[in-house]
């Protein structure tokens, strides 16, 4: 008989479920059900993960300094205040782990990204999840319920999976308005995707105060997910009291050779944006034009919202049935919606056909 016994706060959390990739008996599949990007990893990114594999025995560079130069150079930030983690998910944890804790609260909005959930429960924090204004985090909402024992508010922006942005202004209110020792996190993973002018990934802040920090990944438009590798932009004594508890090898090599080797692929970026909005646009109007109800997004995905549990499921399963995986959002209480990642031109099609005829005859 096992008498082990976790910390409580361990038992309320319910695992991640990730994006599908398979359906038995289905052989063609179109995963659109984990943002992953529409065209693939970059090439000059493939090569340089190639390239490595003769030095898969050493060590990786514990301070992924290349990489960190990189990504510097890049977004013009001070390579000395990112820190690159295995996954932003890696560098959430850490973040949550050394600001929050057991008799600490942790405030999201309503339809935040679940990670913050999941990671503060770990942590042992209060996990208080904010009413969103039109499925928009709502900045009064949050600062009303941030109290004395609240240190860290997360912030998706863009949200996921709501798709929904607030701008530079609302970010800075949102920072104004909390005390000092609260950290807010800024969790810009669909940074790049970005096309409205007043819109800041969080740097500025970042910069302004010093204790905000910004999360980013190479999962979503740098088409990495695969090899888990994302960064933070972090005021200098974040960085400090994160170098104390980083795992010292927590970026393996082939993350950090096929990350540098993305960010200077010419034109990835631009084009992937350029797809986006099209396809973005192309399929909201697609499923629009059927009557399905889509909330504007800024990032590589949209909110179909079918309006009852029972036609979202419906139209997943119709969906399933064709190879066509897009994931479901129980989790985050949205099961009237389903999150559908922009594809291929050719895959967006197969979507809009296929939600086009599930509306017509079901
Ligand atoms: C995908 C996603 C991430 C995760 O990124 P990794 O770098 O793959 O861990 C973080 N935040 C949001 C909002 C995301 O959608």
């Avoid at 308005?177 to 970005?194: P, S």
């Avoid at 994931?327 to 594809?343: E, N």
């Amino acid at each position: 008989m096992s008498v082990l016994t976790p910390r409580p706060s361990i038992l309320s959390i319910e695992p991640y479920v990730g994006g599908e990739s398979k359906i038995p008996g289905v052989n063609r599949i179109v995963k659109l059900s984990s943002n992953e990007g529409a065209f693939g990893p970059p090439p000059a990114a493939m090569e340089a993960y190639a390239a490595i594999a003769k030095d898969l025995h050493r060590y990786p560079d514990p301070s992924s300094s290349g990489l960190r130069e990189a990504i510097g150079g890049r977004f013009g930030l001070d390579p000395a205040r990112i820190l690159c983690g295995n996954g932003s998910d890696e560098l959430l944890a850490y973040l949550i782990l050394a600001y929050g804790g057991e008799g600490t609260e942790l405030v999201m909005s309503a339809h935040g990204f679940v990670m913050y959930d999941l990671t503060g429960r770990y942590a042992g924090c209060h996990v208080i999840k904010v009413p969103e204004k039109n499925l928009t985090a709502d900045v009064d909402a949050i600062l009303a319920a941030v109290g004395p024992r609240t240190r860290i508010v997360c912030l998706a922006n863009p949200n996921n999976p709501t798709g929904t942005l607030l701008p530079s202004s609302e970010v800075r209110r949102l920072r104004a308005g909390l005390r000092g020792d609260i950290l807010l996190v800024i969790d810009a993973a669909y940074a790049e995707y970005v096309t409205d002018p007043d819109f800041d990934p969080g740097q500025a802040l970042v910069d302004a105060s010093g204790n905000t920090v910004m999360t980013r990944t190479f999962s979503k438009i740098f088409g990495l997910g695969g090899l888990r590798l994302g960064w933070a932009y972090l005021p200098a004594e974040v960085m400090d009291i994160l170098a104390r508890i980083r795992g010292p090898f927590n970026v393996n090599a082939g993350a950090q050779a096929a990350g540098i080797a993305a960010l200077s692929e010419p034109g990835w970026v631009e084009k992937s944006i350029a797809h986006n909005a099209e396809w973005r646009g192309k399929l909201t109007a697609a499923l629009e034009a059927v009557g399905i109800k889509v909330w504007p997004s800024h990032g590589n995905f949209i909110l179909a919202d079918f309006a009852t549990g029972e036609t979202a499921k419906a139209a997943d399963a119709y969906l399933r049935a064709r190879g066509l995986i897009v994931r479901a959002m129980g989790a985050y209480g949205l099961g009237h919606c389903l999150r559908i990642t922009i594809g291929t031109s050719e895959e967006c099609t197969l979507v809009a056909e296929a939600l086009a005829a599930f509306m017509k005859d079901g």
